[in-house]
């Protein structure tokens, strides 16, 4: 089942409406809610405190039928990592996440990325996803689109990640150990429109930058 979380209340041009349309669950992360209301979208479910919903936006969504899973303004979670569980409690096999790559907050940058790893998520594909970027654990054989010339970065998020193979790459790794604290794995080149990464032991946090 395909997941749909839309994360960030600013979103405009990256709003993927084919993507969203084609999602089995739209989750709105709190005010993920206005940017679905100002597009025409209705959400199947509405995740948060509510702290960044108007309430004529609510009160709107609940006359729509939409559910609402209100959380309490102090916890231990942030509304998405809250997102995230409930859309795999719900049998979620892949996820995509827009509005959790910017914003004012570099703390919630950082947290949503670091989501990523979390055994909760062991089992599913989820990407964080923009306008320009999408980032993703390499898990198996990734294998991700794009255009020549796009940018793609490989960063470890363990001390040492093993025997990576790139295919499709301007500056091929064949087998090499990325370590964590270095950038050897940044700035790589697509070099036509499909991309192969996969690696050993280790967790390896891939960004795809489409701009130019």
Not at 8 to 27: H, P
Not at 68 to 83: F, S
Not at 98 to 106: K, Q, S
């Given at each position: 089942?395909?997941?749909?979380l839309?994360?960030?209340s600013t979103?405009?041009a990256?709003?993927?409406r084919?993507?969203i349309l084609?999602?089995d669950?739209?989750?709105a992360v709190d005010?993920g809610?206005e940017a679905l209301?100002r597009?025409g979208?209705t959400?199947?479910?509405?995740?948060?405190d509510l702290d960044?919903?108007s309430?004529?936006?609510r009160?709107?969504?609940?006359?729509?039928?939409v559910?609402v899973?209100l959380?309490?303004?102090?916890k231990?979670e942030?509304?998405?990592e809250a997102?995230?569980?409930?859309?795999?409690?719900r049998g979620?096999s892949t996820v995509?996440?827009l509005?959790a790559?910017?914003?004012?907050?570099l703390?919630?940058?950082v947290?949503?990325?670091?989501?990523?790893t979390?055994?909760?998520?062991?089992?599913?594909?989820?990407?964080?996803?923009?306008?320009?970027?999408?980032a993703?654990?390499?898990k198996?054989?990734?294998?991700?689109r794009g255009e020549?010339?796009?940018?793609v970065?490989?960063?470890?998020?363990?001390?040492?990640?093993e025997?990576?193979?790139?295919?499709?790459l301007?500056?091929?790794?064949?087998?090499?150990?990325l370590?964590?604290?270095?950038?050897?794995g940044?700035?790589?080149v697509?070099?036509?429109?499909?991309?192969?990464?996969r690696?050993?032991?280790?967790?390896?946090?891939?960004?795809h930058?489409?701009?130019?």
């Amino acid at each position: 089942m395909r997941a749909v979380l839309v994360a960030g209340s600013t979103l405009t041009a990256e709003l993927n409406r084919s993507e969203i349309l084609s999602a089995d669950l739209l989750i709105a992360v709190d005010g993920g809610a206005e940017a679905l209301m100002r597009v025409g979208l209705t959400p199947h479910l509405l995740v948060g405190d509510l702290d960044s919903v108007s309430a004529g936006t609510r009160d709107e969504l609940v006359a729509r039928g939409v559910g609402v899973l209100l959380l309490p303004t102090a916890k231990d979670e942030t509304d998405t990592e809250a997102a995230l569980r409930v859309a795999v409690e719900r049998g979620a096999s892949t996820v995509t996440v827009l509005g959790a790559l910017g914003g004012p907050r570099l703390d919630h940058l950082v947290g949503n990325l670091l989501l990523l790893t979390s055994p909760v998520l062991g089992g599913v594909s989820v990407r964080l996803v923009d306008e320009l970027h999408e980032a993703f654990l390499v898990k198996g054989n990734s294998v991700f689109r794009g255009e020549r010339g796009d940018t793609v970065s490989l960063l470890p998020l363990t001390p040492r990640v093993e025997s990576v193979v790139t295919e499709g790459l301007l500056y091929p790794l064949s087998g090499e150990t990325l370590f964590q604290g270095s950038t050897r794995g940044v700035s790589n080149v697509m070099t036509g429109s499909e991309a192969r990464v996969r690696h050993g032991e280790g967790v390896l946090l891939l960004f795809h930058y489409r701009g130019k």
